[in-house]
């Protein structure tokens, strides 16, 4: 039987057509019906059949017996341990020695209910995910902004628009549909102008009318310098931001003082005057422009602020809320705006609310009856990690995760591991480089095995769908976690039947939110994530669901723009101008470590590789990892194109090929993330990356580490 379900890499979230055939293999193809790619999939997603298989699956719980061999365990077993292992550290040093680190490769419908035992019932909101890592900045710039995490727009806007600016994003491989969109779109009647804001020159700007390669970290000089013309040259909305904006006098007065010349910021920036002049003027022209961005942006120790700055040229010009404008973050992960809706992140609640504001926490905790509510934002991803080497956090379980690989000075990440009293990594892969500190491991389900929602970056929540049987003792993450949670005493508020009854919980609890607050609580009574269409959908309605996009109002529909009556979700309705000083990243070059390190990912891999490395067509694309350079550094640094070399930090080291895309910046390298112990020996870049993260989101600057190259082995 063929069954519509989503692809479960980036956060396009395509819609797939997925059937398992009698001689084993998995047929997939692009969901013609699905707003999001209309039919069409990646290299990556028409891979999916390819990486199901069972090859190197976690079958089965296992728990680590005392001479340090991991053995098999029953269920019952290793869920008694689980649970013991938990309750005995909250019993000695309370709920905060406890933590949970989770992940976008969550459905949505799992991370409401670990948030749910974690914030609600332990106590403790020592919960953080990997999305932490992607997209962060994006909330918290959506927040400052808008009062509320929210995309504004949607994909048809890319259709639409005259000036599409990409800014720190390789979309065409990164979000390659979203690319093939914009591709289309410039084929058209009416091409939209395409201006790319990268150091890169990547396969994106085959499509650029204009490629600025800014020198790392410099974004918000940049857009801080188009507010200051946008005004200086008459481009303002003056009736739109008077009517519904506040704050605009004091962001521009500080962007004119740091970039009111853009002869200075071409120089800051790096760029031609002439270049940057006339992205300025395309800029003012073009009434219908979107604004798209991801982690070149958001991972930065000035990420939340570089939001901010492109968020405030919209705001000037009024361009938010209506067809083909706005500022639009991309999500990395297939679920991370999901884990945003219930609450995944150190300092949320569920349903948009904050942990922090005793109303709603009054409102998330009655909703529940749980027994209690965390009261303090728990610790941000890199501050977790810390607190877990400094002995402060005993206790951790991590979800469909792999932080020894993807976080910042990952060899400490490790030695916090190795250290820790209770680790437990629920996964569907056996062997991890961090599954290896694993005290218990516990099997989950995969795609196309588990069942469930996901939210793409435009807000639209679709189907995950079974259509392979679950493998061997295998079972899906939120039943594993209520299974655990009856088993530490909380017996009352998981007793879900199935996956359904879990999402019909979190659509209602947004429905109940809404209920509840008062006028003296204004900024709650705003949100603007609504599922209350979904709130009494039965089990038939659930397994028949359509992606939709929120808020779906009491008739099922959704919507497609918001804000597009100028309200927004701050107590007084009006979006917010931050004031969005620039600085430059926390860690300079200097002679010992000349090169600044940029990572990020290559088109046919996924994350660490545990299922796109099982396909040989993916593989193929770029079979190991490297550095890739501008040939005069090489020169400099005594290495050649194809040789072996060592890239070096104050935090650690690995080894790659040397590379010569053409696209590098002078004094600039770039290392995808995806290499790991399990694929090559010393290839993680993550033991490399500063463990610096933006003071507002926590997001890790992952784009701007000093390094040394040289040549591997030392000559
Ligand atoms: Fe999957 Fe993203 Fe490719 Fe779509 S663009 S098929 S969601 S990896």
Redesign the pocket.
């Known amino acids: 039987m063929t069954v519509a379900t989503?692809?479960?890499?980036?956060?396009?979230?395509?819609g797939?057509l997925a059937r398992a055939n009698a001689d084993g293999s998995v047929h997939v193809e692009?969901d013609t019906q699905h707003h999001?790619?209309h039919g069409?999939?990646?290299?990556?997603?028409?891979a999916?059949g390819e990486t199901v298989d069972l090859r190197g699956r976690l079958l089965h719980p296992m728990l680590r017996a005392s001479d340090g061999t991991l053995r098999r365990a029953s269920w019952d077993d290793a869920l008694d341990r689980v649970a013991e292992g938990f309750r005995r550290v909250i019993d000695q040093h309370g709920p905060d020695a406890v933590a949970f680190y989770v992940s976008g490769q969550l459905l949505t419908e799992d991370y409401y209910v670990v948030n749910k035992l974690a914030k609600g019932y332990i106590g403790t909101a020592n919960i953080d995910t990997n999305s932490r890592l992607c997209m962060s900045s994006a909330v918290a710039g959506h927040k400052r902004a808008f009062g509320e995490d929210v995309v504004p727009g949607c994909y048809e806007d890319l259709e639409q628009a005259e000036l599409i600016v990409l800014v720190g994003s390789n979309t065409a491989w990164c979000?390659?549909?979203?690319y093939q969109r914009i591709a289309k779109a410039k084929e058209s009647g009416a091409p939209p102008r395409i201006v790319v804001i990268d150091p890169r020159h990547t396969a994106t700007c085959e499509s650029a009318d204009l490629h600025l390669p800014v020198k790392p970290g410099t974004d918000v000089w940049l857009f801080n310098g188009l507010l200051a013309f946008l005004f200086q040259h008459g481009a303002m909305d003056a009736r739109f931001v008077e009517a519904h904006t506040e704050g605009f006098a004091q962001a521009l007065a500080a962007a004119q003082a740091d970039a009111g010349d853009p002869a200075e910021v071409a120089r800051i920036c790096g760029v031609q005057l002439t270049d940057l002049l006339n992205f300025y003027r395309l800029f003012a022209r073009c009434e219908r422009t979107v604004t798209l961005f991801s982690q070149g942006v958001n991972q930065s120790s000035s990420g939340t602020d570089k939001v901010n700055s492109i968020i405030n040229c919209h705001l000037l010009t009024g361009r938010i809320g209506k067809p083909g404008m706005g500022p639009f973050s991309l999500t990395g992960q297939?679920n991370a705006m999901g884990g945003r809706e219930v609450g995944g992140l150190a300092n949320m609640l569920a349903a948009h609310m904050e942990l922090e504001n005793p109303v709603h926490r009054q409102i998330v905790q009655t909703f529940w009856q749980s027994p209690r509510i965390a009261e303090r934002a728990g610790l941000k991803a890199v501050d977790l990690f810390d607190a877990i080497g400094e002995g402060k956090v005993k206790a951790l379980w991590i979800m469909a995760t792999n932080p020894v690989v993807s976080l910042p000075d990952a060899d400490r990440v490790k030695r916090a591991l190795a250290g820790c009293e209770w680790v437990v990594s629920s996964d569907i892969v056996a062997q991890t480089d961090t599954n290896a500190y694993a005290h218990a491991l516990l099997p989950a389900l995969g795609w196309g095995e588990k069942d469930g929602t996901v939210t793409?970056s435009e807000r639209r929540i679709s189907r995950q769908r079974t259509f392979l049987p679950a493998p061997e003792e295998a079972r899906a993450d939120w039943r594993i976690v209520c299974d655990v949670a009856q088993r530490m005493g909380f017996a009352e508020g998981f007793q879900f039947d199935d996956v359904h009854a879990v999402f019909a919980e979190h659509a209602r609890l947004t429905t109940y939110r809404n209920h509840e607050v008062q006028g003296n609580d204004a900024l709650a009574a705003r949100r603007l994530l609504n599922l209350e269409g979904l709130a009494n959908l039965d089990r038939s309605a659930y397994d028949e669901l359509r992606p939709v996009q929120w808020p779906v109002v009491a008739n099922g529909e959704g919507a497609t723009r918001l804000f597009a009556n100028g309200g927004f979700s701050r107590a007084n309705g009006r979006a917010r101008f931050v004031t969005t000083p620039a600085r430059m990243p926390v860690h300079a070059t200097d002679r010992e470590y000349p090169l600044v390190l940029n990572t990020g990912r290559v088109r046919d891999q996924?994350h660490t590789m545990t299922r796109t490395g099982k396909a040989p067509r993916l593989t193929g694309h770029i079979p190991e990892p490297f550095v890739d350079m501008h040939p005069h550094d090489a020169l400099r640094c005594g290495v050649r194109e194809g040789e072996l070399a060592r890239v070096q930090s104050r935090w650690g080291g690995m080894v790659a090929r040397v590379k010569h895309s053409g696209g590098m910046r002078a004094g600039n390298v770039f290392v995808p993330i995806h290499w790991n112990d399990q694929f090559a020996s010393d290839a993680r870049v993550g033991s490399l990356v500063n463990p610096v993260v933006d003071p507002v989101s926590g997001e890790p600057e992952f784009k701007h580490t000093p390094v040394s190259v040289e040549p591997f082995p030392v000559r």
Do not use: D, E, Q
Not at 6 to 14: A, D, F, H, I, K
Not at 175 to 178: A, E, K, T
């Open positions: 989503t692809c479960p890499y980036c956060g396009v979230g395509c797939v692009g999001a790619n069409r999939l990646c290299v990556k997603g028409s999916l979000h390659p549909i979203v297939p793409n996924w």
